[in-house]
């Protein structure tokens, strides 16, 4: 298993909403390889759509993270690091070496806590519950309880139901000793709201209760999706949702940008341009990210994106009146 040349399966550290000044880990790498195929992915469609770790072919194991990371490691202040997060292109929980993955980082990196997120899919299999409860925080996806909509919203692989999505999630949750959030999310497509009627959110309220998560994350697309036609709430909607469901279930927050503590991250930054092309690979990203993941001044960060895109490197586009900076396709 060798990764792809420049490619890394440690990437960062960059600035999460969610969690601050994470450090990422891609155990699937480019290019992307899902369970789901949602229709507001900030990665794009799914081209190669799968229902179990049987059906992928790792491109990095445990001796490549090992390696990477204690080349990142030489670069980055520890101190200064919120989490080192298993994320990336695609769902981190399809690699079968997942579990000793998270044992290898916490060796490396004991005293930063580990997070995972993921879309859930694969809880209902023994192997991959074991392995994401290694973690210190699973964040999870759940954004729909009723069938239909769950197929509209993630197109999931042939074969991956929401009833054995749900088992999964409860059985984590059951031994998960209070580290599982839920991220839902809620958009609407082709102009009409999918999964924000009163109906909707009940069924997500009655789905919910069992599980048991510490915190129920409220969320809508802020990134370029996979599908033009999907569209984000407005802030008074997305709290309108919060509002319906803390009413029935504690641990309810909207998301929204939280600036990350003051402090260092690097020690030694690697070259701007190998910085933002490792950053993009991963995530598309507006600029004020991409200063703030890379420590650069803005005037730095312009001109080598400019040089970027010049190069055929790197694309723009305009999304909800910002723009936002990928690897060209």
Known sequence: MVPVSGTSIVYGPIISWRLGRSLGIDPILPPKVCTFDCIYCQLGRTKNKVASPAEFKPRAGVEDLTKSLEEALRGIDVRFLDYVTFSGCGEPTLHPELGEMIEAVRELCPSVPIAILTNSSLFWLDEVADAVRKADLVVAKLDAADPR??????????????????????????????????????????????????????????????????????????????????????????????????????????????????????????????????????????????????????????????????????????YRGERFYALRA
């Open 149 to 318: 909509l769950m197929r509209e919203i993630n197109r999931p692989a042939e074969g991956l139901e929401l009833e054995m999505i749900l088992e999964g999630l409860r059985e984590v949750g059951k031994k998960a000793g209070g580290r599982l959030a839920i991220q839902s999310m809620f958009l609407r497509a082709h102009g009409r709201p999918l999964n924000t009627g009163e109906r909707e959110l009940e069924l997500l309220v009655e789905a919910l209760r069992p599980i048991g998560p510490y915190q129920i994350q409220v969320n809508t697309p802020t990134r370029p999706p996979a599908e033009a036609y999907v569209e984000a709430l407005t802030g008074d909607e997305l709290r309108a949702v919060a509002d319906f469901l803390s009413g029935r279930l504690a641990g309810v927050e909207v998301i929204f940008w939280h600036p990350p503590r003051p402090g260092p991250i690097s020690a030694r930054a690697p070259s701007l341009r190998k910085a933002i092309l490792a950053i993009l690979e991963h995530r598309p990203c507006r600029f004020h990210e991409l200063c703030s993941s890379t420590g650069s001044e803005p005037t730095s960060v312009r001109a080598e994106l400019d040089r970027l895109i010049s190069d055929g490197l790197v694309s723009a586009r305009e």
